[in-house]
């Protein structure tokens, strides 16, 4: 039971540049989430989404898109990196998370 | 609107003391749940507890222990003997429905640091 997967772990890009992370959960979970995690000030909603074809923003959601074209599928995309998008992305499925993200816009 | 506050950002004890992290939150709802997660270095984010509004009896896990006071709008967590193990940063966190769906807020951690 891998509960919530995110892939890749770390990655680094260079300013403009884009990428998807992809968050996937084998727990028929309807709420999935994305957030970012910046040093002391802990974990910011960007984007969420509350079933199969739905998103919604959250606290911090410019300069990021989303998609769940899968109830099991979390997709968070980046179309032109910038610097102040350097941080550590975490998905959740209701409120298992999973392993982190690390991104480094240079 | 709802908030968490961890007002300690920082705490260092010494190994087998005792050591108890305070969570203070808001919420209009009256349904709710609260939660601790425990990030240690390596990074990820470890779920410890939840706990919904209408169950305030104490919680106890091995080391571990949960308060939920209604009352003052508190959640909080004590280790007791705390060991090198358990130095990290812990968060505590809500989730209601006040703006029609789940979402969850969290407060801005607390780092614990044990010394052995």
């Known amino acids: 039971n891998a509960g919530v997967t995110q892939t890749p772990k770390f990655r680094v890009l260079k300013t403009g540049q884009s990428m998807t992370l992809l968050c996937a959960q084998d727990?028929?979970?309807?709420?999935m989430y994305w957030y970012r995690q910046d040093p002391g000030m802990g974990l910011r909603l960007i984007h969420y989404?509350?079933?199969?074809?739905?998103?919604a923003k959250g606290e911090v959601p410019d300069g990021y898109n989303v998609s769940r074209l899968k109830k099991q599928n979390f997709l968070l995309g980046l179309e032109s990196a910038a610097p102040s998008q350097t941080s550590v992305y975490f998905c959740a499925s209701s409120y298992t998370f999973g392993s982190g993200t690390r991104l480094t816009v240079v | 609107a709802q908030k968490v506050t961890q007002a300690q950002t920082e705490i260092s004890v010494v190994e087998k003391e005792d050591v108890t992290l305070d969570c203070v939150y808001e919420t209009r709802d009256t349904t709710y749940y609260l939660f601790w997660y425990k990030q240690p270095p390596s990074g990820e984010l470890v779920f410890l507890i939840r706990r919904n509004s209408f169950d305030e009896q104490n919680e106890i896990s091995g080391r571990y222990s949960w308060n939920f006071q209604k009352s003052t709008s508190s959640f909080n967590f004590t280790i007791t003997a705390s060991q090198v193990v358990d130095s990290a940063v812990y968060f505590c966190a809500l989730s209601d429905y006040t703006s029609g769906t789940y979402k969850y807020i969290f407060g801005t951690g607390t780092r614990l640091k044990v010394l052995a």
């Open positions: 989404s509350v079933g199969e074809g739905t998103t």
């Open positions: 727990m028929n979970h309807e709420y």
